[in-house]
């Protein structure tokens, strides 16, 4: 006979953790298993929409994030073929939004402050070392196989979420499609100190070229660190193990040929990108969030942000059916909202964010597209209603209805 659980979420990535102290903090009993023995560190996400804040707010985890992270507001298009620079600012949100502003964090960090305030719940707790192998349910639960050190277990929950990444094993256990395509091209996310810091950058530059095209941007705001996310592209038939023996070539072309002497790698990391979307995201008991659920490319950090939008809208109904009994409906909203929300629009824009930055070679289509960039510097209403969007991707309550 195996435990029983109320809520088990597979993976202790932030989308996990998230979920986990939303229910826990309802009171809920819930348990994240992880196939990893810790944290994973590797760089990722380190940008969240000021539209994200809210909710780490009403969490209580805003205070924690902005001490260890940064708030920014510039961007900038940086043209490597014509050498115009347009900058805008999320200044035009500010009297509109609480928070008008994106955060600046790595993913790992962010991921630690989750779980400190996890571990403070005696109603939670996290299973390292447990790497889910395979899923079956029935209609009052799931019933969870689990391999760690000592070997086979088994737990039994009322719901699961599957929160276990792009590879996601509840997906694959389901049977679930996991329908969209993958790029090409390698994305390739280095993090670098800067002993200049960079100066004259904006904290986000969008360096527009189809060969040297690049994502830079800050990740510590202290000076003595100076420490930058620089994200290109390479086309995915070089060898991904010599990706470090590349990088000099592609810094060159940017910051000039010494830049090798000025600088210090702190991590490289090789990606393959998708746009892709399970076909639901609900499966009876089972429900899927973050990137279990939905992967994209990172041109325009949508993917985590999604994420943290599928954790809001879980913990709140998820919690719902749990502790106020409300009709698991809800649940099957949660999974046509949000997966409404990642194909027809931030699948979409990440798409177009990518082709902009990376596949700029129609100069009349390139100018057409930078055309509302430079608009949005001069007219902060346009700026503002443009930047709205993120908002989009969050699903209002879905219990009102
Ligand atoms: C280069 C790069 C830059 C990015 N930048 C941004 C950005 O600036 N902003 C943004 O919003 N997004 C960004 N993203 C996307 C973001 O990193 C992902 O969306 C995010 O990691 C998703 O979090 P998650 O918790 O859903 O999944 P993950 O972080 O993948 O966590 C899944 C967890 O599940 C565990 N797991 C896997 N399989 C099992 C199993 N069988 N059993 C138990 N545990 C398991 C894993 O070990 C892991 O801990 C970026 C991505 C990349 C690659």
């Known amino acids: 006979m195996s435990e029983e659980q109320q809520v088990v979420v597979v993976g202790a990535g932030p989308t996990g953790l998230l979920t986990a102290l939303g229910l826990a903090q309802q009171g809920i009993e819930v348990t994240v298993v992880e196939r990893a023995p810790g944290l994973q560190d590797a760089p990722r996400a380190i940008v969240y929409h000021w539209s994200t804040l809210d909710g780490l707010d009403r969490l209580g985890l805003f205070e924690a994030a902005r001490t260890a992270g940064f708030f920014k507001q510039d961007y900038a298009y940086r043209v490597r073929r014509t050498g115009e620079i347009v900058e805008y600012g999320l200044q035009p949100l500010a009297g509109r939004v609480k928070h008008p502003y994106n955060l600046h964090l790595g993913q790992g960090a962010l991921a630690r402050i989750i779980l400190d305030e996890v571990e403070k719940f005696p109603n939670a707790r996290v ?3 447990h790497e889910l192998i395979g899923v079956s349910q029935d209609e009052s639960g799931a019933e969870l196989r689990l391999r760690s050190d000592t070997g086979e277990t088994s737990l039994r929950a009322a719901w699961v979420v599957g929160a276990d990444g792009a590879r996601s094993a509840v997906r694959g256990a389901l049977g679930l499609g996991f329908d969209g395509m993958t790029w090409p ?3 390739v996310a280095a993090n670098i100190r800067f002993p200049d810091d960079r100066e004259g950058w904006a904290q986000s530059t969008f360096y527009v070229d189809e060969k040297y ?12 660190h100076g420490l930058w996310r620089y994200t290109y592209m390479e086309d995915a038939a070089l060898p991904a193990e010599t990706v470090t023996e590349r990088l000099p070539g592609f810094l060159a072309q940017v910051f000039g040929e010494d830049v090798m002497e000025r600088i210090e790698l702190d991590a490289i990391s090789p990606y393959r990108m998708h746009q892709r979307s399970a076909s639901t995201y609900r499966a009876g008991r089972v429900l899927l969030a973050g990137d279990a659920a939905h992967a994209t490319n990172p041109c325009g950090g949508l993917g985590l942000t999604m994420g943290l939008f599928d954790a809001y809208a ?3 109904t998820l919690g719902a059916v749990v502790v106020k009994g409300v009709d698991d409906s809800v649940l099957t909203r949660y999974a046509d909202a949000r997966r409404t929300a990642f194909v027809d629009k931030a699948s979409p824009r990440a798409t177009s964010n990518k082709q902009l930055i990376f596949h700029s070679g129609d100069s009349a289509k390139l100018d057409q597209d930078l055309e509302i960039f430079r608009r949005m510097g001069r007219e902060p209403e346009l700026a503002a209603e443009v930047l709205y969007f993120t908002k989009t991707l969050e699903s209002p309550s879905l219990l009102a209805r």
């Open 314 to 316: 879980l913990i709140e």
């Open 127 to 129: 299973l390292w070392r």
């Open 213 to 224: 095209g690049a994502i830079i941007a800050k990740i510590d705001e202290s000076c003595e």
């Open 185 to 187: 091209e390698r994305f």
